[in-house]
């Protein structure tokens, strides 16, 4: 009883090497021959079986003479050898047949999705055509962590307000301008310098509840107590901007968004005498994360395109 109580307790010492050579002397039934087919030393072959014996705390050969037999013993680690020497071939092509099929998880923001990675994808995509990409909304700091912390995400593009994260690692890759914009063929006279008090007379078309700008404008909101007529609510920023051109109401968004509209006139920013923070978008992903060579590259991909941007 004590014997099996200290064996259960130890950890296993014994692996695929030691494993081969007891299989390959089952069946020559010979230390020499086992010798010349593995190109050991016959004293090499000799350690491992005695090591395996005393790992098992049991005798696997019968020594008679010059020959050896198999004991019971023996006979019924035979079987359970092939069977792990089996699995352990079957786990390296599962292994291989994984690295083949390799997946990143992309967190981002919709505007980030829309506006900046397209083109680092389609750089990332012809060097890593094999790499599956999954993409995950990550609308603040909070969830881009959550997410990087349990491993659902691989790499978060995280754009809001500079928040501690001492378990993620994060690099700068842009400053973001937050504006107001207004349809083009606005003509409102109270809107030449727009302050927080005139957000009571707007209706305010808004991203989705949780977007990391969106929160700042609300937290300015609550302290001045000031609240648009309407806030309208909506799940794409092209949405937004279309019906912004439409004149329902006027957004705020960061500017890269809302960039070619402005050149093309079709929307029109509104000076303010808001004092709102740029936001900024850091590329992140947990301190102790794997960089597999793949992640590695869609990184330095991301921060060279970033410098374009």
């Not at 740029?278 to 590695?296: E, G, M, N, Q, R």
Request: glycine share 4%; aromatic share 8%.
């Amino acid at each position: 009883m004590e014997w099996i109580e200290k064996n259960d307790l130890e950890v296993k010492k014994m692996d695929m090497k030691q494993l081969q050579t007891f299989l390959t002397a089952s069946e020559t039934l010979s230390f020499t021959q086992t010798a010349q087919l593995l190109d050991y030393a016959q004293s090499s072959i000799t350690a491992q079986i005695k090591s395996l014996e005393e790992e098992l705390g049991v005798v696997l050969f019968e020594r008679l003479g010059k020959r050896i037999t198999l004991s019971e013993e023996g006979k019924r680690l035979q079987q359970y050898a092939q069977k792990m020497l089996d699995l352990n071939v079957d786990m390296k092509k599962a292994m291989l047949n994984e690295q083949g099929q390799a997946v990143l998880k992309i967190g981002a923001q919709e505007s980030q999705c829309v506006y900046r990675l397209p083109s680092i994808l389609q750089q990332f995509q012809k060097a890593h055509s094999q790499v599956k990409i999954i993409f995950k909304p990550v609308h603040t700091t909070e969830i881009a962590k959550d997410l990087l912390q349990s491993g659902d995400l691989d790499v978060a593009f995280i754009t809001d307000i500079y928040k501690e994260t001492p378990m993620l690692h994060r690099e700068r890759l842009l400053q973001e301008q937050l504006v107001f914009v207004s349809a083009s063929t606005d003509s409102n006279p109270d809107r030449e310098v727009f302050s927080l008090h005139q957000l009571s007379n707007e209706t305010m078309l808004l991203t989705e509840s949780g977007c990391s700008y969106r929160n700042q404008l609300e937290v300015h909101l609550q302290q001045e107590g000031a609240l648009p007529i309407q806030m309208i609510e909506f799940a794409s920023i092209e949405a937004i901007k279309q019906c912004v051109m439409a004149g329902l109401g006027i957004t705020f968004l960061p500017k890269m968004v809302v960039e070619k509209e402005l050149k093309n006139n079709n929307l029109k920013e509104l000076t303010t005498s808001m004092n709102l923070a740029d936001i900024f978008t850091d590329v992140a992903w947990h301190k102790d994360k794997h960089i597999s060579p793949y992640l590695a590259d869609f990184i330095e991909i991301a921060k060279k395109m970033y410098k374009k941007f």
